[in-house]
């Protein structure tokens, strides 16, 4: 017998949308073009060991919180895709468009704690987005991995790794069974199980936010697929 909504959060489904954390290695006083050491996982189920603290002379460890995006993130969100976009590594997101779809982001952020928990970047500024990552229903049993992006600092720290996961979990949550990406990065996905497909392959309706972009029809990203009933819940 299928399970209640309400059961299925009792049971723990629920916790999806909980923020998770993480530990990552960044470089110190501004050292951010160092070879990253390492990232290891901080969830508090864990027992939520380790405190943010300096390793060494030029490096720092630090939380990063992965959580549901929020009203007060669209701004970070805008300036994030905005920097990719005219670097021509991703299609620009409206601010209209963002606040449209507001419930499909997951955003990291970095936490200090040495300010009661409050959050604030690199250089200990104004709280800031520092990853997000969307997650859109498509079709039935079909959706779509949108807007993945990190900023250029914390880049190749698993930070977009994990965003994936939380999108992964939600769409198990949602018994979705198939979950596709457009991407100019295929070997970043396939890290995570996605396969290379034709875009053959994908439903013609998610073509239809594809009529606005100035590349259609002439479309230079490659589909990635991963079929979620092959991993084990």
Excluded at 3 to 19: C, D, L, N, S, V
Aim: hydrophobic share 35%; glycine share 8%; net charge neutral.
């Amino acid at each position: 017998m299928y399970k209640t909504g309400r059961q299925r959060y009792e049971k723990g489904g629920g916790a999806i949308f909980y923020p998770s954390e993480i530990e990552i290695e960044i470089e110190a006083e501004g050292h951010s073009d160092r070879k990253y050491a390492g990232v290891k996982d901080f969830r508090k189920k864990n027992g939520g060991a380790g405190k943010l603290g300096r390793n060494n002379k030029n490096r720092t460890i630090v939380k990063v919180v992965l959580r549901k995006a929020l009203m007060c993130d669209v701004k970070s969100l805008y300036n994030l895709f905005s920097e990719y976009s005219k670097a021509g590594e991703m299609l620009p997101r409206s601010m209209s468009d963002i606040y449209e779809h507001l419930r499909d982001f997951y955003i990291a952020e970095i936490e200090n704690e040495d300010d009661g928990g409050e959050v604030s970047d690199i250089s200990g500024h104004a709280p800031d987005v520092i990853g997000a990552c969307a997650l859109t229903i498509v079709w039935e049993n079909l959706a779509e991995i949108r807007s993945l992006a990190v900023k250029r600092p914390y880049t190749r720290k698993l930070i977009g790794t994990e965003l994936i996961k939380k999108c992964i979990e939600e769409a198990k949550f949602f018994k979705i069974t198939s979950l596709f990406a457009l991407t100019y990065k295929p070997q970043f996905f396939q890290k995570s199980g996605f396969k290379v497909i034709d875009k053959s392959e994908l439903p013609h309706k998610i073509w239809s936010d594809c009529i606005n972009c100035v590349k259609f029809p002439d479309c230079d990203e490659t589909a990635v697929m991963l079929e979620l009933s092959q991993i084990p819940i």
